[in-house]
């Protein structure tokens, strides 16, 4: 009996041991972002071959941010484009030197010019080992091989990720996030209407965030679409029920003690309000298109992260007072759920927003038994085209929280998205 009362003693000091480290924002830092986590080696990254791709398919290249810190990543040509400049691309060296003087990058770039008809997925993954980690370079083939012959993928290591110098903080990824995204419109020359920003767990809360920077900025950039994959509403809802490596509980502990639950999560340095943020893009911004995808065997975000972000979409489509705007999980999500089933019906078709010129359409991705499938529903106005809103959601079985992104439907959606008129 007493092995056993000093095992739960034990476990119970180191516990508390834990929530009192997680006070400390180097402590906060290392496991919202878990950029110390090595996975994926240098060879790796200078040599994507390493991981599948075929011989300078990929280009590493590397974009230096306003402060100086340098973030690597890459560029990946389509499968078609590739095949048709193989033997060309297969005679430039890989040596690091070459990489580093951004050779075989200015060829890429050459060849994504050349081509009138080119689109551009930018990608962020989520937290912990690099761009070349594990799942990762599965994805991007699928976005590069099974789409049309014109996507080009994008993706660049957060700072403190792989060999991009510096220290994550949430405003630094945020901030690098919009960077990176206007960076690559400009030295590609293709416009920001033919790209769109796709996003995976923690890469969910940059690109909402990025989205939102821009479209506040004074020259603001109108992408096509924003798809956030496995996204959450906020960090500091989301350690209510997280479990750290899927096994260490967080806050969960505390939940029968409801003012400390709470009063821990505010201490969190890193938010990532991704509600309150794609509410405020959603009013600032015209015309980009949000479809959000969420797996509903998602065991580490919970699929109704997903719904929360899509109400808040929806709730930045509505007038409201300045106070009723922008507010935190349990604001303007409430003010959605309580709405009765015909009101909701309403807003996923049609919303008039101010004088009746300005409809905005909505398409949903809606669920039916096992399969996802679309609905569309077709209105006549005399809106243009810059007066449409489309926000959609796209609800996967399969896939958990890492997978998710690598589905067909997912694939598909997002291709659908790229090309459509």
């Known amino acids: ?41 240098k060879e790796t990254l200078y040599h994507p071959e390493s991981v599948g791709f075929a011989p300078n398919q990929v280009a590493p290249f590397w974009i230096t941010m306003p402060d100086g810190v340098k973030l690597f990543g890459w560029h990946i040509l389509p499968l078609d484009v590739y095949a048709a400049h193989k033997d060309e691309l297969r005679k430039h060296s890989a040596t690091q030197d070459s990489i580093d003087s951004d050779e075989l990058a200015k060829r890429h770039l050459e060849i994504l010019k050349e081509d009138p008809d080119a689109r551009i997925i930018i990608y962020y993954h989520g937290n912990a080992g690099c761009l070349s980690t594990r799942h990762r370079p599965d994805l991007y083939r699928s976005l590069s091989s099974t789409s049309l ?7 660049v290591d957060y700072r403190g990720f792989g060999i991009s110098g510096g220290s994550p903080t949430e405003e630094l990824l945020i901030s690098d996030g919009a960077y990176t995204a206007k960076t690559i419109v400009d030295m590609t020359g293709v416009s920001p209407d033919r790209t769109i920003l796709v996003g995976q767990s923690l890469g969910t809360g940059v690109i909402i965030g990025a989205a939102d920077l821009l479209a506040q900025s004074d020259a603001k950039l109108e992408f096509r679409a924003l798809v956030p994959i496995a996204g ?14 899927g096994v260490i509980p967080v806050l969960s502990p505390f ?22 943020r794609i509410e405020r893009f959603v009013r600032n ?18 699929y109704t992260h997903g719904e929360k972000l899509i109400e808040a979409a929806i709730m930045g489509t509505i007038e409201t007072n300045g106070s009723d705007a922008g507010q935190p999980s349990g604001g303007h999500l409430k003010r959605f759920v309580e709405m009765t089933e015909d009101e909701r019906k309403g807003l996923f078709e ?26 569309e529903k077709s209105f006549e106005t005399s809106r243009s085209e810059e007066e449409v809103r489309r926000i959609g959601m796209l609800a996967i079985k399969w896939g958990g929280h890492d997978i998710v992104p690598k589905s067909t439907d997912v694939v598909l959606a997002i291709r659908n998205i790229l090309y459509e008129d």
Do not use: C
Request: charged share 20%; no cysteine; hydrophobic share 50%.
């Open 232 to 245: 959450f509403a906020s960090i500091e809802e989301l350690l209510l029920t997280y479990k750290l490596f």
């Open 255 to 276: 939940k029968a003690i409801n003012s400390l639950q709470t009063l821990l999560a505010r201490q969190l340095r890193y938010k990532f309000h991704s509600d309150v």
């Open 285 to 302: 911004s015209r015309k980009t298109k949000i479809l959000v995808v969420h797996a509903f065997d998602d065991w580490e975000i919970p």
């Open 149 to 155: 012959a014109h996507t080009h993928v994008f993706v």
């Open 1 to 41: 009996m007493g092995v056993y009362t000093n095992a739960i003693l034990f476990a119970g000091v180191g516990y508390l041991s834990f929530m009192v480290a997680l006070l400390f924002e180097p402590v906060q830092r290392n496991l919202v972002f878990l950029y110390r986590l090595r996975l994926g080696s």
């Open 350 to 375: 049609v919303v008039t927003v101010g004088e009746k010129k300005h409809v905005r359409e909505y398409v949903f991705w809606q669920k039916f038994g096992d399969m996802a499938e679309i609905v």
